[in-house]
Nanobody
Framework: EVQLVESGGGLVQPGGSLRLSCAAS????????MSWVRQAPGKGLEWVSG????????YYAESMKGRFTISRDNAKNTLYLQMNSLKSEDTAVYYC??????????????WGKGTLVAVSS
């Protein structure tokens, strides 16, 4: 059974940082690209960032470039998202998602339950 479990969310002040983690199990982690997707209160899903199977290439939504860093540790079956210079508009539930293929296809077939990030003073 595929499982994706996010952690690391919480309340942070504007300008602060958080590191999200996603523990993966039930599939061969390093066979697939992975992504982070978020959903702000009252809004739709927004893709945040993606990473190829071996971490060799990463992708970001425009508003996250320079602030967020995606990475993965295939030995630990874990995906990460380092978020710096957080803004109130980054408040959302953050989900990790498994891609359909090793490179980025923008198609995802499994999702975690999410972790809440709240940016507020």
């Amino acid at each position: 059974e595929v499982q994706l479990v996010e952690s690391g969310g919480g309340l942070v002040q504007p300008g602060g940082s958080l590191r999200l983690s996603c523990a993966a199990s039930g599939f061969t982690f390093d066979d697939y690209a992975m992504s982070w997707v978020r959903q702000a209160p009252g809004k739709g899903l927004e893709w945040v960032s993606g990473i190829r199977w071996n971490g060799g290439r990463t992708y970001y939504a425009e508003s996250m470039k320079g602030r967020f860093t995606i990475s993965r540790d295939n030995a630990k079956n874990t995906l990460y998202l380092q978020m710096n210079s957080l803004k109130s508009e980054d408040t959302a539930v953050y989900y990790c998602a498994k891609d359909l293929i090793a490179t980025m296809s923008n198609g995802m077939d499994y999702w975690g339950k999410g972790t809440l990030v709240a940016v507020s003073s």
